[in-house]
């Protein structure tokens, strides 16, 4: 269609307006949501070169030119392709060269680690923006910079923690501990083994490493990143090495930049339609006063918002704020059993009961599953309904950090997959480090056995942690426990050792066996001694003193479990909390905790006490059990029991929180309630009989076989017929109640009708004789 000359002029003139608009931006305010994650410790300064550029420091073409230089210089790259290079690199294509030169050098590289030693280490006197940068309260720091102006910067913060992209186990440590370090994207010199020196080396290092990738995309949907001195190209380089299978838009990050004209404005676009990076421009003048004016500006606001106690009147040994989450709700769409099933969790105690085959463990497995993500591939595919090429599992988790409040998404895709069984996607990262909550799966078979454990200590381990999950998810026996003898002698030895967290490890083992004592009355089990020499726990029961494993089933299921979640609190918190100086209590600690079968071999005492127990002493876990036990049950508050029963047709489960109170119920009540829905805790030969009694009593009239049967089951069960007038009497009082309500009985189907006429008859004549039938 031919475009009208009046349309096509107005076009042209806004076009051109648009395009005329190249005046100077002034220096943007600092957003409330970056001042906020500053205080929060939850901002994370990713430094380009521009930083080191205020020192004399190349920027990163300027350096690829440099290194053109000396590499035809030393005969690595001829003459003539130096200028194609060098071509290149006017016409943007900085990052191929850089590629081209690193090849050109292969692996006799001592040279070109020299050079960039000798260019690098030196020195430079840092400029007043790293000044600044040392007044925000930044959780980490990032760079693809050689120099060591960060160090420098954060040299009280880092304490030694600078790491390069292989140091997957310290990195991960410092992202669950909250702890500050650096972060040197593209290696540090001092290591010439971890150095990269273009984008594709950096690609490929990621690529081949699939921890630190974890690591990376946890970092940038766990945490705000302010980018400064980096140029668009650079962010988008930093981006090309992560996976990301979402959207970042939930996490906000900010590029304080330099632009000039309006064409920055697409790549800006594009960075906060998907990554969630919002572009704060200005126009630089020589010198770049603006990057100060905003640094300063940003520590005001900061300093105003925490009021008095200002970032310099900080005490050094003050804890980073700890983030608290909690499972607030689960969808399941194709896994196990479910179609389409939503959850909703409470904070403490949430108990799924159920037949055998209705999804109860499903659910825990693909909670476990979504915390674990592709660590738990190999698990993935028998959860996927049958007969459906993908499952999705999606959690929504409140988390709280510093008195604010969100809640976060996180989607998990199974697929199917002919080579390895099914793959698994989590959009935008899997939560067990992005949430930073400590989370534990404990599979039915849970037990301290007699097998002999390795010598080797079990692996401290400070951060949540895949290995606490695996368990649940493959339903196979849990050797960790068998682990627990070591973690006590260990306990032994460090207290002995007179350190300074004697006194917490003392406190940890007497936690330990105050809470066994807790959970198991009637069993007294105390500490006898640890044997060294033969490597034993000997503890105290009832039948003398014995090897800790030669307690009952019971007891070790109990002891193992509750070892295991007292020892990962004390990795993940105990050890951060004493160098911050805070008293620390393992037993009020938050994590997770996932119970396949919770009361398996317990003593029935225990099952009654076990939530009322672990709630006073554990008021920070929140729990998700499964259980056929109608003794647990009445310690819940109502909204805290889950009921999965299957369909009639068999086709479908329904799931409900019924909100039936059964505090004051009897174990027998229990059963035959709606949670459980039994319909008599009698033996079934016992029941059967009843049901002939019942039916026989009711009627009107007997003929004589009927008769006899009926005095027979009455022997049998020890109940006293009623004799003529009273069931005359009885007769007359039925009559006035159906009367009553003979049109609720109308309304009824019959075989219902039936049931409730025979059983109102028969507890008419029982009332009449006081002679009961066994309940």
């Not at 943007?92 to 000798?118: E, F, K, R």
């Not at 404990?442 to 200590?457: D, G, K």
Request: charged share 25%.
């Amino acid at each position: 269609m031919r475009r009208s000359k009046v349309t096509s002029s107005k076009k042209a003139k806004k076009s051109s307006s648009r395009v005329a608009d190249t005046g100077r931006l002034p220096v943007p305010e600092p957003p409330p949501d970056l001042v906020a994650s500053c205080i929060a410790g939850e901002c994370v300064l990713y430094a380009g070169s521009g930083l080191g550029a205020q020192t004399g420091l190349p920027t990163w073409t300027p350096f690829v030119l440099e290194l053109l230089d000396w590499a035809v210089k030393h005969d690595y790259i001829e003459t003539d392709f130096a200028g194609s290079l060098e071509e290149a690199i006017h016409n943007g294509d900085t990052d191929s060269v850089a590629d081209s030169i690193v090849s050109a050098v292969g692996t006799d590289n001592t040279a070109l680690h020299q050079y960039l030693a000798n260019r690098f280490l030196a020195a430079p006197v840092a400029a007043k923006e790293h000044s600044l940068l040392s007044s925000i309260p930044f959780c980490a720091a990032l760079t693809t910079n050689f120099d060591k102006l960060l160090e420098q910067t954060f040299k009280k913060e880092a304490q030694e923690r600078v790491y390069a992209p292989h140091d997957t186990t310290a990195l991960m440590a410092a992202l669950n501990t909250r702890e500050f370090f650096i972060l040197k994207l593209y290696g540090t010199l001092e290591r010439p083994a971890t150095v990269l020196i273009a984008p594709a080396q950096y690609n490929a290092a990621v690529a081949d490493n699939p921890v630190f990738s974890q690591f990376m995309q946890s970092l940038f949907f766990s945490r705000t990143l302010f980018f400064i001195g980096s140029s668009l190209e650079g962010v988008g380089a930093y981006l090309s090495g992560l996976k990301f299978t979402g959207t970042g838009a939930d996490r906000q990050h900010y590029l304080l930049i330099d632009v000039q004209g309006t064409a920055w404005r697409v790549k800006a676009d594009l960075l906060k339609r998907r990554y969630g990076i919002h572009v704060l421009p200005y126009t630089a003048s020589p010198g770049y006063p603006e990057m100060i004016e905003f640094l300063q500006k940003l520590i005001d606001k900061i300093d105003f918002e925490r009021g008095p106690s200002t970032h310099g009147d900080s005490d050094d040994t003050d804890a980073p704020p700890r983030a608290t989450s909690r499972l607030l709700r689960l969808k399941l769409e194709n896994i196990g059993p479910f179609e389409n099933q939503s959850f909703e969790f409470k904070p403490q105690w949430n108990v799924l009961l159920g037949d055998n085959g209705v999804g109860k463990s499903t659910v825990l497995k693909a909670i476990a599953l979504a915390f674990c993500g592709d660590d738990a591939k190999s698990y993935a595919e028998r959860l996927i309904k049958t007969g459906k090429p993908n499952g999705t599992i999606t959690l929504e988790i409140d988390s709280t950090t510093a008195g604010e409040r969100v809640t976060k998404t996180f989607v998990t895709k199974l697929l199917r997959s002919t080579s390895t069984g099914a793959e698994v996607h989590s959009i935008p990262t899997r939560p067990l480090e992005a949430e930073n909550l400590l989370s534990l799966g404990f599979p039915p078979l849970r037990a301290i056995t007699s097998n002999r454990v390795s010598e080797t200590s079990p692996e401290v381990i400070e951060g949540p942690h895949p290995s606490d999950l695996l368990p649940i998810i493959s339903g196979e026996p849990d050797f960790r426990l068998d682990k627990l003898k070591n973690w006590i002698l260990d306990l032994d030895h460090l207290i002995k050792s007179g350190g300074k967290s004697s006194a917490r490890y003392q406190q940890l083992l007497d936690n330990f066996f105050e809470v066994i004592g807790r959970l198991t009355p009637g069993v007294d089990i105390k500490l006898d001694k640890i044997d060294v020499s033969r490597k034993r726990v000997l503890v105290k029961t009832h039948d003398g003193v014995v090897p800790l494993e030669y307690v009952s089933q019971g007891t070790s299921s109990l002891i193992g479990w509750i070892g295991v979640l007292l020892r990962r609190l004390d990795d993940m918190y105990g050890k951060q909390q004493e160098i911050h100086g805070e008293q620390y209590d393992g037993l009020k600690q938050h994590a997770l905790v996932l119970i396949d079968e919770v009361d398996a071999h317990m003593h029935p005492e225990w099952q009654q006490i076990i939530a009322p127990a672990i709630r006073e002493l554990f008021p920070n876990l929140q729990i998700m059990a499964t259980t056929h036990s109608p003794l647990i049950v009445p310690s819940l508050n109502p909204d805290e029991i889950i009921r999965l029963q299957r369909s009639k047709d068999g086709k479908a489960i329904n799931v409900a929180v019924p909100n039936y109170d059964v505090q004051d119920y009897r174990a027998d009540q229990i059963l035959t309630s709606p949670l459980f829905g039994l319909e008599s805790s009698l033996a079934p030969d016992k029941l059967k009989k009843i049901k002939r009694y019942t039916e026989l009593a009711a009627m009107d009239k007997w003929t004589a076989p009927q008769k006899k049967e009926l005095e027979l089951l009455a022997y049998e069960l020890g109940i006293k017929l009623s004799s003529p007038h009273e069931r005359a009497e009885a007769r007359a009082a039925y009559n006035l109640i159906q009367y009553a309500i003979n049109k609720k009985l109308q309304d009824m189907p019959a075989k219902t009708r039936k049931h409730i006429v025979d059983e109102m008859k028969v507890q008419l004549e029982e009332i009449v004789t006081g002679s009961r039938r066994p309940s």
